[in-house]
């Protein structure tokens, strides 16, 4: 059994100007953290790409209790193919409603789900009601499958998420009552991840890495990245496995002990956005 929690999800990102607007001005959220590189990512965190490139933490609250968002950019890369892989994140939050409309940005609607979408497509459905004060905004994370089964068997029965809704053409699962859920919706044929495809992303103990390894190995599922301890300048080193599910989404195991540490928010991320938006020549 996994005891896992889960942390964030990561979107690449092309404008990295206009995101910051969207996530601050729309959303509402914080900048929690900010990281820059000078070369890709050895867990290809940044996507297969081996240039400069930052990472930019955004959320409701600090990553500890939060399921938060990972805004990856890499310097020079101005546009990224969407799939049918991401469906969307969904956000209690009727205040974002207001803050769209007073920021003329559009809201649509889709099977009577209102959204708004970030720079580069991705949706956010809002659940109109008060943004919640006790407890995380983030209600879930929707992600494609082109077989339920398959994929139950393998997010429920090798991971040990809990299922904690079933119809017939989705699934919402997840480690524990107070965290973010996932859902899997069925779309009856394959998976396209083009070039924007994310990552989703779970801690769990030091301990149970190699377990989570072991299961993986047995069950001849995908190890993308096997066990490594990746850096970040000034900060925590951190030990992560990085899977794929039966659709290639990828899923990264990120040792919770040292996580914490990382994840720590730095009171001075959001004048370092900033700043390096301000510098970015890569865009000129």
Known sequence: MVVGRALHFVFKVADRTLTAKFYREVLGMQVLRHEEFSEGCEAACNGPYANRWSKTMVGYGPEDNHFVVELTYNYGITHYEHGNDFLGITIQSSESLKRAAATNWPVKEKDGLKYVEAPGGYKFFIIDKP???????????????????????????????????????????????????????????????????????????????????????????????????????????????ILADPDDHEICFVDDESFRQLSQVDPNSDADLDKYIKADKSRA
């Not at 995380?136 to 393998?154: E, F, M, Q, R």
């Not at 044929?189 to 299961?215: L, N, T, W």
């Open 131 to 241: 943004q919640p004060v006790d407890k995380d905004p983030v209600v879930k994370v929707s992600l494609a499958c082109s077989n339920l089964a398959k994929s139950i068997a393998y997010w429920n029965g090798l991971l040990s998420l809990k299922m904690y809704e079933k119809k017939d053409k989705s699934a919402i699962l997840g480690f524990s009552d107070d965290q973010a859920k996932l859902e899997l919706v069925d779309i009856g044929g394959p998976v396209d991840h083009a070039k924007a495809y994310g990552r989703i992303a779970f801690s769990c103990p030091f301990d149970e890495q190699p377990i989570i390894d072991q299961k993986i190995q047995e069950a001849k599922g995908k190890i993308l990245t096997p066990l490594i301890s990746l850096d970040t300048p000034g900060k925590a080193t951190v030990r992560v496995i």
